[in-house]
């Protein structure tokens, strides 16, 4: 079967710095909660699994595995990508 990829939508608890920027510290998913243990590496990027706007790549450590997490502030939305088959 064909691979498909699509966008999931998370709440992220972020620390607003004085700066302006912020940092990720807890996300939501599915009624859960996750702690961000920290944040490993932040870059802009765009994935190319799904069609996103401007995007800042986060990638985390959650329970002693790395993840990617994407804030897009043309939406001021979070969201992470989900593999799915069609």
């Keep these: ?15 607003f710095l004085m700066d302006g920027s ?14 961000i243990i920290r944040v490993v ?8 699994q799904v069609r996103a706007i401007a995007t800042t790549e986060y990638t985390v450590l959650i329970d002693d595995a790395e993840r990617q997490i994407y804030y897009e502030p043309e939406s001021n939305r979070w969201f992470s ?3 799915v088959e069609r």
């Design 41 to 48: 590496r932040e870059r802009k990027y765009s994935p190319w």
């Design 1 to 15: 079967m064909a691979t498909k990829f699509v966008r999931t939508p998370i709440g992220v608890e972020a620390l």
């Design 81 to 83: 990508i989900k593999e």
């Design 22 to 35: 912020f940092v990720p510290k807890k996300l939501w998913y599915n009624g859960k909660s996750f702690e």
